[in-house]
Nanobody, 120 residues
Framework: QIQLVESGGGLVQAGGSLRLSCGTS????MGWFRQAPGKEREFVAG????????YYGDSVKGRFTISRDNAKSTVYLEMSSLRPEDTALYYC?????????????????WGQGTQVTVSS
């Protein structure tokens, strides 16, 4: 059973930074998604299994950075210049056969989510 465990969420002021972590036992492509109340799940960032390729949603480009350390079985999401509209439940996901990296249906395994709240 593959489990993904997110951590690092919390409350931060606008303009601040947070780092999310996701523990994973598989060398699959990984992604971060977020979902705010009343909104659809949104692609945030994705990374190939060997870190050769990274992908970002338009709303976070230049502010968020995804990375992974396969030796530590961990994927990270560094978030800076946070805005109130970044407030959401953030999920990490793993996929065996990911092509676009941006579509939630491509991912096979999901974590429980970690809450990020940005105050204005």
């Amino acid at each position: 059973q593959i489990q993904l465990v997110e951590s690092g969420g919390g409350l931060v002021q606008a303009g601040g930074s947070l780092r999310l972590s996701c523990g994973t036992s598989v060398a699959y492509a990984m992604g971060w998604f977020r979902q705010a109340p009343g909104k659809e799940r949104e692609f945030v960032a994705g990374i190939s299994w060997n870190s050769g390729y990274t992908y970002y949603g338009d709303s976070v480009k230049g502010r968020f950075t995804i990375s992974r350390d396969n030796a530590k079985s961990t994927v990270y999401l560094e978030m800076s210049s946070l805005r109130p509209e970044d407030t959401a439940l953030y999920y990490c996901a793993a996929g065996r056969r990911v092509t676009s990296h941006t579509r939630p249906e491509e991912y096979d395994y999901w974590g429980q989510g970690t809450q990020v709240t940005v105050s204005s």
